[in-house]
């Protein structure tokens, strides 16, 4: 139901909000460097072990160049291999919720992929794939599909049954059945298992770089951390955080913005 | 909220003509007969109440004509024209069953598009307006009161134009002045339909029903109808009414009040 507030003191809310929406997150990374730099002085930890914001900053600038070099490629197998998972995971669920026999057919196979640590399924998808993107895509891919698959797969499988009876009424094709309200009323479940898969996305990426390639952070991570440049590993990691942390929100505001009646207990108030 | 002053004047043009027999109808969930042996004739154009406690069967009972029972099911259906009843109802159920990510002028068209066919917007526009809502066509459901979610959920159902309408308890979650309205509005322009309501409310069934049964017992046995007179809407302080209602809860399991008797 829709907030009946008194419209100034609505207005007086609002301005709060945004200021604190602008500040919040500025607050958290500070408040996250701070203790970060606590740490440092409290434990007197080496630079070679845990180095200072300072110096980590300090490499962010001084080795941009070659930092955004591999982080294109990080980038781009997760962005790649985000669509191709959630791609799969659609294309999964739409039959599994159609078909009785898909369901049973697949579900199990669906769980034993699941089983796998997809750890140790990296060395094999690098061995198949090569070094290049294609085996990173892979592994990002992976590990999306199953969220999507199952959050999709519940949404389709949970219509409203009101709904199901009046459509039935109302003489519905089978298809258009599915088009209009089936996949619709599964898409706010959909955009949930997305969230999700959009958070781990990058880890499979990282994974397939750590295991067998010529680019992007994880590799560059690596070799850092071999060489015992710690403050080249943690810009990657900084990198990677700042990446993830956009990503999320970008998709988290489109799946909004996309699905405008879903009901949000927690929206804020416009 | 709109008042019911713009409320249509919808003359059927084309009353419903034939009549709707069941007979020997069976249902059974878990192998427990909710009904069986069960006969019960929609006559042609009347508005048929079904009353009786919750979990009595009356809900099945709406949901057998709507072809809605899966399983256990037996007895048959027969139309006075020789037509199968398949594909000439519209089914109208408590919740207002709008879809949130639709219009609600374009939940009034819903049948349409579900068919393959092309929605007749013009005739939803004109449908909204007789139902009151002409202006809260491009709103979503989740902007609208109960009782405006159920005038569009009616739209949709007259948006079908069918010649038989089955209605399970769709204003029972309504305030008292809305669902009088929608009551009154319901008499308007389902008139000439064959109806088939079910509620709870004794005084509902007397205000809307040419013909009210009780469903009462496990399983469930049909009452003889009771015929208020008049036409509907009609007047709930109407003493003739009060004294059928009175006859209803006698015959729902109540005691008797000592005025009515």
Redesign the interface.
Known sequence: ??TQNNPHTNRKALSDRRWLILARPLIIIIALIATWQLLVIVTGAPKYMLPPPADVWHTLIARHAVLFDHAKYTIAETVIGLFAGAALGTLAAIPMALFSPVRFWLMPILLVSQAIPFFALAPLLVLWLGFGLASKIAMAALIIFFPVTVAFFDGLSRT?T??L?????????RW??LT??RL??ALPAFASGFRVATAVAPIGAVIGEWVGSSHGLGYLMLHANARVQIDMVFACLLILCAFSITQYFIVDRVLRAA?????DSLKPVR | MRSTEHAPQMAQDNPTRFDIALRAARVAFNGVDIFHDLDLTLQAGSFTCLLGPSGVGKSTLL?YF???VEGDVSGTITCSDNIALT?R???M?Q?D?L???RSVLENVV??A????EKPDYEKASHLLTEVGLRDAANL?P??LSGGMKQRAALARTLM?DRPVV?MDEPFSALDPLNRLRLQELAAQVLRGKTVLLVTHDPLEALRLGDRVHVLTGSPTQLQDAITPKGQSPRNIADPEILAQQAELLGQLGAERSEGAA
Do not use: C, K
């Open positions: 139901m829709s409203e009101g709904w009876d009046l459509a039935r009424t109302m003489g519905a094709s258009r059945l209009h309200i619709p009323a699905l405008p009646w879903q009901p | 949901r709507a072809g809605l594909g109802v519209a089914y159920a919740q069953l879809l949130p990510w819903l049948g598009v579900l068919r393959h979503r989740a902007e079908e089955l």
